[in-house]
């Protein structure tokens, strides 16, 4: 049996999340008085959803099929187990979903299993699973946040050793030479084993290495950046990182920082009609050589009224970002009162500086110039805004599950890929947003609309409202906890069969018998 159309990886990063290349007209320029280009691209991230949706299974035997034709093997022992867990969580199905999950493992069939399961028992911090049994020694707190959920789902579990990654950056790159080689042997691998050759027994392992077992103790990884692949359990990565990716700790956890609370915003007309941020300095260790470069140094000084006025009318050079050009067409800028017109619907600030040279009043010597510390508020507090701009810290932002499962509109600039990206449609779901942010103000003039003197916009309110509560409806379909729960199952099992030394004949093919 041959599959159609297997699918297939290249080793090459995956899709980005969506910036505006430089090929594009800016979004922010009408095509005609009718019509906007964002209405363009709301338009068919509605069709593409709906064609995302004809996709779905609903039986092992749809799934199984839909998954030899996707990834040109057969399904990982378990999956009908697996299956039915997701059934009983009523769950959306879509192959489509789990791609993250093979375009992470691929290079691991150039590894041998042997040497995979090395690497991972010798790494300095992992979740051993034995006997349907999920243990951990560290009592590093994103260890025991993960353990917590993968013993949720422990007795459908083989024997593994998981490794995990305990920065918040990721830090694994490996050689593109590397992964292209790898990439190769495991299209050569790909094919749809004879049915009889096929094996469901993913064995055993001896027991997890302990600390002062007596062995020499290898070298600690969990804390260094490597161009080595080897296995890496990690919340989120950059396109040209190779760590396997788990839903984050902070998306499972039930922090009210991170999640809201049960609190998930006022009906949207109650709202106000403003941009909110509130956030620490982070992104890096920032100094007074490298702040400018800041991507949320940046994104305050765009939004801050008194640096746009002084920009705009050439008071002060703007030290980390630039006026938009002319070609954005944004009205209250061609009337010269951008600072003005950003000060009607922006509330943005840090709530710490992160200051190379903090001093005990919390002030930064090289930044007070520019910034100045605001009062924080809750998640909670935040929803109370229509929109909510969400931007990368030190990695991703753990706060964007809880501003997806809000009532208010995220508007999402990041560079850093997540488990969940494959359920998530842009413009259906949330507003991407460069990470540059010159189309921040488009964006913004698209939804809110601009009235001046010699120009006279009309808002998108409720194209906004529109994706706001579609993103919320879907979060809560595809982004619950029983979904981590079923990504992480499925991943997992497939981790299990890569590191097995009979990956080849593993399989589960109860539905072609």
């Known amino acids: 049996m041959t599959p159609e159309v297997p699918y297939t990886y290249t080793p090459k990063p995956p899709p980005k999340p969506y910036t505006q290349s430089s090929n594009e007209l800016p979004i922010s320029i009408p095509k005609s008085k009718q019509e906007h280009p964002i209405d363009t691209l709301i338009e068919n991230a509605g069709k593409t959803f709906e064609e995302l949706l004809q996709k779905e299974s609903h039986d092992v035997d749809a799934a199984a099929a839909e998954y030899r034709k996707r990834r040109g093997r057969h399904p990982p022992p378990g999956f009908d187990a697996w299956f039915k867990f997701a059934q009983e969580h009523d769950a959306v199905m879509v192959e489509d979903f789990f791609d993250q999950i093979y375009h992470d493992l691929g290079p691991y069939w150039g590894v041998t299993p042997a040497k995979m399961r090395t690497q991972a028992r010798d790494a300095g911090m992992v979740i051993s699973i034995r006997n349907g049994n999920a243990t951990a020694e560290s009592d590093w707190f994103w260890t025991q946040i993960w353990l917590q959920l993968i013993r949720t789902i422990q007795e459908d579990l083989p024997d593994m050793d998981i490794p995990l990654n305990a920065m ?38 001896p027991a997890p290495r302990h600390a002062g077992d007596g062995e020499e103790d290898p070298p600690k990884r969990e804390w260094e950046v490597s161009e080595e692949l080897f296995p890496l359990f990690g919340g989120s990565k950059l396109p040209t990182n190779n760590e396997i990716l788990l839903p984050a700790p902070m998306y499972w956890a039930k922090e009210e920082r991170f999640s809201g609370g049960d609190n998930h915003g006022a009906p949207w007309h109650q709202k ?33 009224h008194t640096s746009v006025s002084r920009a705009e009318s050439w008071e002060a050079i703007p030290p980390n970002f630039a006026l938009p050009t002319s070609i954005y067409n944004i009205g209250a800028q061609q009337e010269n009162r951008l600072g003005e017109w950003v000060n009607e619907w922006s509330d943005t600030g840090f709530i710490e500086l992160m200051c190379d040279e903090e001093r005990e009043d919390k002030t930064c010597p090289y930044t007070d110039p520019y910034f100045s510390i605001r009062e924080g508020q809750k998640m909670s507090q935040q929803f109370n805004n229509k929109y909510i701009p969400d931007i990368d810290g030190n990695s991703f932002s753990g706060r964007y599950r809880g501003f997806l499962l809000s009532s208010s509109l995220p508007i999402k600039a990041t560079i850093f890929r997540e488990w969940h990206d494959s359920r998530l449609i842009p413009w259906k779901h949330f507003v991407p947003m460069d990470n540059r942010y010159m189309d921040f103000y488009g964006i913004m003039q698209y939804f809110l609309g601009y009235e001046g003197e010699n120009f006279r916009l009309e808002n998108h309110d409720r194209e906004a409202e529109k994706i706001a509560l579609d993103g919320q409806e879907w979060a809560n379909k595809v982004l619950r906890r029983e979904d981590m729960q079923i990504y992480v199952l499925r991943l997992l099992l497939e981790y299990a069969r890569v590191s097995n030394d009979n990956r080849a004949n593993l399989g589960w093919v109860k539905d072609l018998l």
């Open 168 to 205: 918040d950056e990721p830090r694994m790159v490996a050689p593109w030479e590397v992964i292209n080689e790898n990439m190769e042997i495991e299209r050569a691998t790909r094919k749809l084993t004879d049915v009889n050759e096929v094996s469901e027994d993913y064995g055993s392992l």
């Open 272 to 304: 106000l009609n403003k941009v909110i941020w509130r956030g620490v300095a982070t992104g890096g260790r920032n100094k007074e050589d490298n702040w400018k470069g800041f991507q949320r140094h940046r994104f305050v000084s765009m939004t801050n």
